[in-house]
């Protein structure tokens, strides 16, 4: 048989009568990455299986093999041709990035672009009927792909979408064109400047793809669409109207005014080159494809992309750390349904275990089961899914789950002595194999193992708020943690999709020691007098989803100063205590946003901010920034993480560090290292020794 996705499709159809009595098709081409074949019915297959690799992407060695078969299917001239993927992951993930982050010029990547392009247009011009046959990721260049094809046909679970502008990029092989002329040219502009992949069903309402059958009625499908008995959903009144540029331009005010909010075009370039390429170019397809070529270049070659890139390559390493032989785990149990144990249990039960969740007030379990209930709405789950994921997190009031998961996390606050008393009810309770967890933010498992009789199945998983948001779990190791409990920790964490740092066990772990000299700088800069909003500005402009004041309240004033009074406790490098106004704050309760009132009071989870703004002293950037570098290289040389790229990742997705500077060592490297000690020097002289540099800046 030709290839094992037509293996399968052609013995189902044999099962139910319609290759009766026909020979099987014949072999036209097996290639490193293609395979081609014409079928009974004259109609071509091609089959995407890239050569030893789990999913599909466009390399320059695929593109070229893809030449070859266009040639191939000129001569050839089937009925029709069907195209597919054989790998599990889906139809295609996209171009090779590592490909394209190697070149280093704008001529070698329009040289590599426009010879990308020749070969898919001419694809696109074959002339007979073509059908993409899309199950799984169909994502970036593997759309673009698609889009070439004349129709688009999805199994059920399909996503298509065109994530490029994570990577500081839209798309660069023709799909800023095909997209913008086969669906509503707006709806096309949001889905590029959004980055969000559409499931099946909500790409057929875009008309983005044609049907959507289960695997059985495939060849039917294939079959009406060759025979032209498939119309495409039309937009021309739309698409024609905005082929001129006045009515453009009105569209792209919003657009700039929208996207400007999330992603500011001095920091983000990638939207607004969208934007602008739309603008100038979307009257014509042809002028549009063109500029398409110089506009990527462009993006690819910015340092904000590089960054982006290097990022996406970090994300990638730190989910392969989840990747073990470990077994998995089935049934996770909760200690504490406070904010962080609620939001931790309705996460595990979204991502499919099965999660009790114990807490001896009936409110706080009660709470943890609506913010569940409100996470599934964000994510627009169907009743059914939502009554699924409802049925799996089971409010525990007897502990009684505590005896049978596999995974016990304990959630209660942030107190090593009521920890112990947790452990010494808990440990015995353990069925065999089972792990038990921590989600401490900051105490050292050194100490929080001292009374275990078996220390090597303690691990640390230290979530980051909101649990649904950030991707990030620091997984603490301590000296007597068995290999088996390490690992099944971190094949845990792969299962509920987040990303692992893998830190040594040390007063705040990584992120909480970076984070709170930062923090704390700016508690102190407001002591000094400084307007709250104007030290926010002045990180928000360098590039901080937030600022410090604002991040303070967002953990918890309460949290801040757990891990500030500890880490002034346990460290040998200079912490300084939080004012006096700031422990009183905490004192009376008042928390920050969870309590409605701290550092700004808060209003429908939202600050109230004034409007004007004082102008913040000209090193306040410094001030900020720079004692967060410092506890990196300090986590750094002393071992808590084992190397530049991890800390990088950690603190972008772990704290939300400018993404397109590409993480606090990777910034610190643009400037040099001998600068930042230098500037550490300065202030240290001008304001005290909590800026002393650390000798790490010296030793890399």
Same mark, same amino acid.
Request: charged residues 25%.
């Given at each position: 048989?030709?290839?094992?996705?037509?293996?399968?499709?052609?013995? !189902?159809?044999?099962?139910?009568?319609?290759?009766?009595?026909?020979?099987?098709?014949?072999?036209?081409?097996? &290639?490193?990455?293609?395979?081609?074949?014409?079928?009974?019915?004259?109609?071509?297959?091609?089959?995407?299986?890239?050569?030893?690799?789990?999913?599909?992407?466009?390399?320059?060695?695929?593109?070229?093999?893809?030449?070859?078969?266009?040639?191939?299917?000129?001569?050839?001239?089937?009925?029709?041709?069907?195209?597919?993927?054989?790998?599990?992951?889906?139809?295609?993930?996209?171009?090779?990035?590592?490909? #394209?982050?190697?070149?280093?010029?704008? +001529?070698?990547?329009?040289?590599?672009?426009?010879?990308?392009?020749?070969?898919?247009? !001419? @694809?696109?011009?074959?002339?007979?009927?073509?059908?993409?046959?899309?199950?799984?990721?169909?994502?970036?260049?593997? &759309?673009?792909?698609?889009?070439?094809?004349?129709?688009?046909?999805?199994?059920?679970?399909?996503?298509?979408?065109?994530?490029?502008?994570?990577?500081?990029?839209?798309?660069? %092989?023709?799909?800023?064109?095909?997209?913008?002329?086969?669906?509503?040219?707006?709806?096309?502009?949001?889905?590029?400047?959004?980055?969000?992949?559409?499931?099946?069903?909500?790409?057929?309402?875009?008309?983005?793809?044609?049907?959507?059958?289960?695997?059985?009625?495939?060849?039917?499908?294939?079959?009406?669409?060759?025979?032209?008995?498939?119309?495409?959903?039309?937009?021309?009144?739309?698409?024609?109207? %905005?082929?001129?540029? $006045?009515?453009?331009?009105?569209?792209?005010?919003?657009?700039?005014?929208? +996207?400007?909010?999330?992603?500011?075009?001095?920091?983000?370039?990638?939207?607004?080159?969208?934007?602008?390429?739309?603008?100038?170019?979307?009257?014509?397809?042809?002028?549009?494809?063109?500029?398409?070529?110089? +506009? #990527?270049?462009?993006?690819?070659?910015?340092?904000?992309?590089?960054?982006?890139?290097?990022?996406?390559?970090?994300?990638?390493?730190?989910?392969?750390?989840?990747?073990?032989?470990?077994?998995?785990?089935?049934?996770?149990?909760?200690?504490?349904?406070?904010?962080?144990?609620?939001?931790?249990?309705?996460?595990?039960?979204?991502?499919?275990?099965?999660?009790?969740?114990?807490?001896?007030?009936?409110?706080?379990?009660?709470?943890?089961?609506?913010?569940?209930?409100?996470?599934?709405?964000?994510?627009?789950?169907?009743?059914?899914?939502?009554?699924?994921?409802?049925?799996?997190?089971?409010?525990?009031?007897?502990?009684?789950?505590?005896?049978?998961?596999?995974?016990?996390?304990?959630?209660?606050?942030?107190?090593?002595?009521?920890?112990?008393?947790?452990?010494?009810?808990?440990?015995? =309770?353990?069925?065999?194999?089972?792990?038990?967890?921590?989600?401490?933010?900051?105490?050292?498992? =050194?100490?929080?193992?001292?009374? %275990?009789?078996?220390? +090597?199945?303690?691990?640390?998983?230290?979530?980051?708020?909101?649990?649904?948001?950030?991707?990030?779990?620091?997984?603490?190791?301590?000296?007597?943690?068995?290999?088996?409990?390490?690992? !099944?920790?971190?094949?845990?964490?792969?299962?509920?999709?987040?990303?692992?740092?893998?830190?040594?066990?040390?007063?705040?772990?990584?992120?909480?020691?970076?984070?709170?000299?930062? &923090?704390?700088?700016?508690?102190?800069?407001?002591?000094?007098?400084?307007?709250?909003?104007?030290?926010?500005?002045?990180?928000?402009?360098?590039?901080? $989803?937030?600022?410090?004041?604002?991040?303070?309240?967002?953990?918890?004033?309460?949290?801040?100063?757990?891990?500030?009074?500890?880490?002034?406790?346990?460290?040998?490098?200079?912490?300084?205590?939080?004012?006096?106004?700031?422990?009183?704050?905490?004192?009376?309760?008042?928390?920050?946003?969870?309590?409605?009132?701290?550092?700004?009071?808060?209003?429908?989870?939202?600050?109230?901010?004034?409007?004007?703004?004082?102008?913040?002293? =000209?090193?306040?950037?410094?001030?900020?920034?720079?004692?967060?570098?410092?506890?990196?290289?300090?986590?750094?040389?002393?071992?808590?993480?084992?190397?530049?790229?991890?800390?990088?990742?950690?603190?972008? @997705?772990?704290?939300?560090?400018?993404? @397109?500077?590409?993480?606090? %060592?990777?910034?610190?490297?643009?400037?040099? #290292?001998?600068?930042?000690?230098?500037?550490?020097?300065?202030?240290?002289?001008?304001?005290?020794?909590?800026?002393?540099?650390?000798?790490?800046?010296?030793?890399?």
């Amino acid at each position: 048989m030709n290839s094992p996705i037509m293996e399968v499709l052609v013995t !189902r159809e044999m099962e139910r009568g319609s290759y009766a009595k026909k020979e099987p098709g014949k072999k036209i081409a097996s &290639l490193e990455h293609w395979h081609l074949s014409l079928d009974q019915n004259d109609i071509a297959w091609l089959i995407f299986d890239k050569k030893d690799a789990s999913a599909n992407v466009l390399s320059a060695a695929v593109l070229d093999e893809l030449r070859e078969l266009v040639q191939t299917l000129e001569n050839e001239k089937p009925r029709g041709l069907a195209l597919r993927s054989v790998k599990k992951t889906g139809f295609c993930m996209g171009a090779d990035i590592h490909e #394209f982050s190697a070149l280093t010029t704008e +001529s070698q990547v329009i040289d590599k672009l426009s010879d990308a392009h020749a070969v898919v247009s !001419r @694809f696109e011009a074959l002339p007979f009927p073509k059908v993409a046959i899309i199950h799984g990721n169909c994502l970036g260049g593997g &759309l673009e792909l698609a889009l070439c094809c004349d129709y688009r046909l999805a199994i059920p679970g399909a996503k298509l979408g065109f994530p490029e502008v994570q990577l500081g990029l839209h798309p660069g %092989l023709g799909g800023t064109a095909r997209l913008s002329r086969l669906i509503d040219p707006i709806q096309a502009m949001t889905m590029m400047l959004t980055g969000k992949p559409a499931p099946a069903e909500k790409a057929k309402k875009l008309g983005l793809v044609d049907d959507i059958v289960h695997e059985r009625h495939v060849l039917t499908a294939l079959a009406a669409m060759v025979e032209g008995k498939v119309k495409h959903s039309s937009h021309w009144l739309r698409e024609q109207l %905005l082929t001129n540029k $006045p009515a453009r331009m009105l569209e792209t005010r919003q657009m700039r005014s929208q +996207s400007a909010k999330k992603a500011p075009p001095e920091h983000y370039p990638a939207p607004e080159a969208l934007i602008q390429l739309w603008e100038d170019h979307g009257g014509s397809h042809k002028s549009m494809l063109r500029a398409e070529i110089v +506009s #990527f270049a462009q993006l690819l070659t910015s340092e904000a992309s590089r960054s982006l890139v290097r990022l996406f390559n970090l994300r990638g390493k730190m989910k392969e750390l989840t990747r073990t032989q470990a077994e998995p785990v089935r049934h996770v149990h909760i200690i504490g349904a406070g904010e962080m144990g609620g939001d931790i249990a309705g996460w595990c039960a979204f991502k499919g275990l099965q999660v009790s969740l114990f807490d001896k007030n009936p409110k706080k379990l009660s709470g943890a089961v609506k913010k569940l209930n409100q996470l599934c709405q964000r994510k627009h789950l169907s009743e059914a899914e939502q009554r699924a994921v409802q049925d799996r997190l089971m409010p525990d009031f007897a502990n009684q789950g505590l005896g049978h998961a596999d995974l016990v996390i304990e959630a209660v606050p942030e107190n090593a002595t009521i920890k112990h008393k947790v452990y010494q009810e808990a440990e015995p =309770q353990l069925k065999e194999g089972a792990l038990l967890a921590t989600n401490t933010s900051s105490i050292p498992l =050194q100490q929080l193992k001292e009374q %275990l009789e078996d220390p +090597s199945r303690l691990v640390g998983l230290h979530f980051f708020n909101p649990v649904a948001m950030m991707p990030l779990v620091e997984v603490v190791r301590h000296d007597d943690i068995s290999d088996q409990t390490y690992d !099944r920790a971190r094949t845990f964490v792969g299962q509920i999709d987040r990303l692992v740092a893998p830190v040594a066990t040390a007063p705040g772990f990584l992120v909480n020691r970076a984070l709170t000299p930062y &923090l704390i700088e700016a508690m102190i800069m407001r002591d000094e007098g400084i307007q709250a909003e104007a030290i926010d500005r002045v990180a928000e402009q360098f590039g901080m $989803p937030m600022g410090p004041i604002e991040l303070a309240d967002q953990v918890g004033l309460d949290v801040c100063l757990s891990v500030a009074d500890m880490l002034l406790e346990r460290l040998d490098s200079p912490i300084p205590a939080v004012p006096d106004w700031f422990r009183s704050k905490v004192e009376e309760g008042n928390l920050g946003r969870k309590t409605g009132e701290g550092m700004y009071h808060w209003s429908d989870n939202q600050p109230e901010k004034k409007q004007r703004v004082a102008k913040a002293p =000209q090193d306040t950037l410094e001030r900020l920034l720079l004692p967060m570098l410092n506890a990196c290289m300090g986590c750094l040389r002393q071992g808590v993480i084992d190397n530049e790229e991890l800390v990088d990742g950690a603190m972008v @997705f772990g704290t939300g560090f400018a993404p @397109f500077r590409g993480g606090p %060592l990777h910034y610190a490297h643009s400037r040099g #290292f001998d600068q930042i000690h230098q500037q550490l020097e300065t202030l240290t002289q001008r304001y005290g020794e909590r800026f002393r540099p650390d000798p790490g800046w010296k030793q890399h």
